[in-house]
């Protein structure tokens, strides 16, 4: 990545002020700015790309995209639509993943290594969920559906990791470990207890995994499987 580029710019500046924003302003001020850091990700996915464009990760953005705008309005008001936009979402990266991992082999050992590291994952979703069940009452299936693939999601990426330490496989594993992270905080932060803080956390993640899911799309090191990515 060339960092000098005007696309990189323009999204390091627009993901520094909204986390000014999240910190200084109210949090309905981010419709502002929030949605510029993914006009920037996608400028810089553009200027970057050496392949077609791939229409999985274009729908990819536009999803998180708009989930983004839902959340800052109020989570509360739009649990069913979050949870939708957001168990689509997973679902495209999980197809991404996918095709940069065809014909990969895995063992016995892999498989033990991901439960170990699960199961405490799975005891924290576990926790928050029963936290807020009470204030979920309305579109609570959507939001276990949501949850479900999120942990599919993690799960998964942690896997393809495990099974093939390649530089794509390491950056979709960051993303989704800050995609957990922000879920977490975002669904505390609605349903639960409010805090400014917690705002701002959120949107660093959310920049953190924008950038890197870039990276993800940007690398190419798989062999065979690589030119299915842009269909």
């Known amino acids: 990545m060339n960092y000098r580029q005007p696309a990189h710019i323009a999204f390091f500046i627009t993901a520094f002020i909204s986390l000014l924003v999240a910190l200084v302003f109210e949090k309905i001020d981010l419709l502002y700015i929030y949605p510029l850091t993914f006009v920037a990700i996608y400028w810089m996915y553009l200027s970057e790309k050496k392949k077609p464009i791939s229409i999985l990760f274009s729908l990819a953005m536009i999803l998180g995209l708009s989930s983004g705008i839902l959340l800052i309005i109020g989570f509360g008001q739009f649990v069913r639509e979050v949870s939708i936009l957001v168990s689509l979402f997973y679902l495209i990266y999980l197809r991404l993943m996918y095709l940069k991992n065809l014909k990969m082999k895995t063992t016995a050992k892999i498989y033990f290594r991901l439960l170990v590291i699960f199961l405490p994952v799975l005891y924290i979703y576990d926790r928050v969920i029963c936290l807020i069940y009470n204030e979920l009452e309305y579109g609570f299936t959507y939001f276990a559906m949501m949850a479900v693939l999120m942990l599919i999601y993690i799960i998964a990426a942690l896997y393809y990791y495990l099974r093939n330490k390649s530089q794509s496989n390491l ?18 932060n609605e349903l639960y207890m409010y805090e400014k803080m917690f705002t701002v956390i959120a949107i660093f993640c ?22 299915i990515l842009e269909t």
Not at 171 to 188: E, F, R
């Open 171 to 188: 950056w979709m594993l960051i993303t989704a470990v800050n995609l957990g992270i922000m879920n977490i905080i975002v669904t505390i």
């Open 206 to 227: 959310s920049n953190f995994m924008l950038f890197f899911s870039l990276k993800f799309m940007l690398e190419d090191d798989t062999d065979d499987a690589s030119h």
